[in-house]
């Protein structure tokens, strides 16, 4: 089958929720989406060296909070916090232009590691093909990394020019399994493009970390496996008398 479904939204409601929280009427609904779209194009641009893995976009009444994921916070914190200051009046003067009265909080959280984001881990390899990096080399460098953090399964695709070959090609590398019609699967997606003389090369990249079960399947494994739990029942089958079997048919005389 072909494996054109983002991993990510497949799996949204499941065991993955959304990067932007909030709802509003149809009239506006278009604006704040679009609204949202530039402040993630605008710290992902401005802030490209920050390593930034996602950014979550959250609106309860006039508050306008953002919460940044970044395997480098000192980066976009600055000294004393200057960092924080511009990104918050940046975000400001873009949100007032709809609202003026809207406050906005931002958030720095740190991703601890790294290897094992696939967003970031698609950067990586990106900008190393950037660098002029054999692309061989920077993705079983990335699958090495992961693999010494006990990763269930990881998967890295380049498509373009690889190389400066004149014939556009796909190259894989893998390392364990990635499920990815399993809904349970805990899988992380990550898209990146490098830019180089000779065109465009899409890095994509797919890591399997286990599987979640949904709420109601895990409290029903929590309560079966819960130490007491059926001991009776085993007792009650136990002290209960076997049945009798049937006495095997006797041959008839002259058989």
């Known amino acids: 089958m072909g494996q054109k479904v983002n991993p990510i939204g497949f799996r949204l409601g499941v065991n993955r929720t959304w990067d932007s929280k909030w709802f509003f009427n149809k009239k506006i609904y278009p604006e704040m989406v679009m609204e949202d779209f530039n402040i993630r194009k605008l710290l992902k641009t401005k802030w490209a060296n920050a390593s930034i893995s996602r950014v979550e976009i959250e609106r309860p009444a ?73 692309h061989r080399r920077a993705m079983r460098q990335a699958v090495l990394r992961a693999s010494r953090l006990n990763v269930k399964g990881l998967k890295i695709i380049c498509a373009g020019r690889l190389g400066g070959s004149e014939m556009a090609r796909r190259e894989t590398e893998k390392h364990g399994k990635v499920p990815l019609h399993t809904l349970r699967a805990d899988i992380d997606y990550g898209l990146a493009v ?54 095997a048919p006797t041959p008839e005389a002259g058989e």
């Open 194 to 247: 490098a830019r180089t003389i000779y065109g465009a090369i899409g890095v994509r990249v797919w890591i399997y970390k286990g599987e979640v079960l949904p709420e109601k399947s895990r409290r029903k494994d929590e309560y079966i496996d819960a130490p007491g739990h059926g001991s009776q029942d085993r007792e009650r089958r136990a002290t209960r008398r076997p049945r009798k079997q049937a006495a």
């Open 62 to 134: 006039d508050l306008v909070k953002v919460t940044i994921y970044t395997a480098r916070p000192g980066a976009i914190i600055g000294r004393g916090g200057k960092g924080i200051e511009e990104i918050t009046h940046t975000i400001e003067r873009m949100v007032h232009k709809r609202h003026k009265e809207a406050r906005v909080y931002v958030n720095v959280n740190e991703v601890r590691q790294p290897e094992l984001d696939a967003q970031l881990v698609a950067e990586g390899v990106a900008q190393q093909i950037e660098r002029r990096v054999s």
